[in-house]
């Protein structure tokens, strides 16, 4: 069982930066895909950035230049950098984690874009 705790969020002006963290509670060594996903009042959860196991990246075309997917296996954590906000990114951000032993979601951290 792998349990995930995400961290980062807040209030950000429209232009601004965040940089959320996803932190595993095992080892995230052979995760074949961590991901950030984000679900905006009313609407679907939808993918924001991949890394996989052979560094692979993919971003969703309404982040690409701004936001980048990072992680750190020595401390078993995922990054979203995210800058140049804008109020449309608000949404609560999930980080999700797939493993053969399973498929894994943190309960998510809230970002608000807003002046």
């Known amino acids: 069982q792998v349990q995930l705790v995400e961290s980062g969020g807040g209030l950000v002006q429209p232009g601004g930066s965040l940089r959320l963290s996803c932190a595993a509670s095992?080892?995230?060594?052979?995760?074949?895909?961590m991901a950030w996903y984000r679900q905006a009042p009313g609407k679907q959860r939808d993918l924001v950035a991949i890394?996989?196991?052979?560094?692979?990246?993919h971003y969703a075309d309404s982040v690409k230049g701004r936001f980048t997917i990072s992680r750190d296996n020595a401390k078993n954590t995922v990054y979203l950098q995210m800058n140049s906000l804008k109020p449309e990114d608000t949404a609560v951000y999930y980080c999700?984690?797939?493993?053969?032993?399973?498929?894994?979601w943190g309960q998510g951290t809230q970002v608000t874009v807003s002046s």
């Open positions: 890394i996989t196991s052979g560094s692979i990246i």
């Open positions: 095992g080892s995230i060594f052979r995760a074949r895909a």
């Open positions: 999700n984690v797939d493993m053969i032993v399973g498929n894994y």
